[in-house]
């Protein structure tokens, strides 16, 4: 069982604006960049569970009523209960717990693979030591504001870089890998 | 005359630790990148003036009694008189006021490519345009707390994706032009 996080990040580090606003992320369907996916469907393609907090959770929601992720299992962490829509009921689910309990439940389900998703969530499972790999991409443009990938940590963490890749509208992915 | 930042920071996106510290840095004396100098040397040869804070100052004055910046002309900026050391007095000169005030007066004498360093000094030319290239070499580490590179900005900067490339030992550089 390993954990990841796949996500895009403004130059200085933010994943969103303060409000959740994404619009300085180029949209997939900008000039110079038709076709190209950013290995993000390889990589979904790899992963049995997206595991997000709830804040994540009612941004893609948001996102023009349309659903991105077919049949995905989708985790919905919060403390309190989430409401599901009815539409997406069979592939979304709550859960409430600490990171390594929701490990721990989606491994017993035989799960291989999770993708870690939002800035809190993202966080915590860090901080907990729950988290094997690192994807990110970092768009070409500085937002000086929003909600930050990193936070506070108890200890240093290093990470073994695996390989960076560079695109033509000038996103540059890396990959790193953070050993247990 | 244009001005470039040419800086190290963890994944994270600090520059030293919230005391200055660089212990997370790997050293130059490091196994794996013996003799590789991440293009500091062209870039500094490129250089006519290094312009820095009085914080940066203070540390690189601090560390070990050496002197790493060679002929190399030095511009200390701080509202308030720097004492300079005798030892290196015929290089280095402390200037007071606004970014564009110290970039006129040197233009005036004649300088073409300024190296701005130091976490203050560098948010300041780039919240007043004043910057044109940022190469920002990624250590692979996350150290969760410090100085970092970017702040707040009155606006979004586009940036200008040059080049990448990655190096045996985890570090990534990526070179960006600020247009004008």
Redesign the interface.
Known sequence: MKASVYIATS???FIARANGGLD?LPGVESEDNSGEDYGYHAFMDSVDYLVMGRNTFDIVLGFGGEWHYGEKRIVVLSSRPVEIPERIADTVEWMSGTPREIVEQLAERGAQHLYVDGGVTIQRF?NEGLLQQLI?T?I??????GIP?????????????V??Q?YAN???Q?R?LIDG
């Open positions: 130059l200085d580090g300085w860090l990110i970092r070409p443009v500085l937002i000086g504001d990938l990193f936070g506070p940590l108890p200890h240093d963490i290093k990470l073994r870089h390989e960076t560079s000038g996103m540059v890396s790193y």
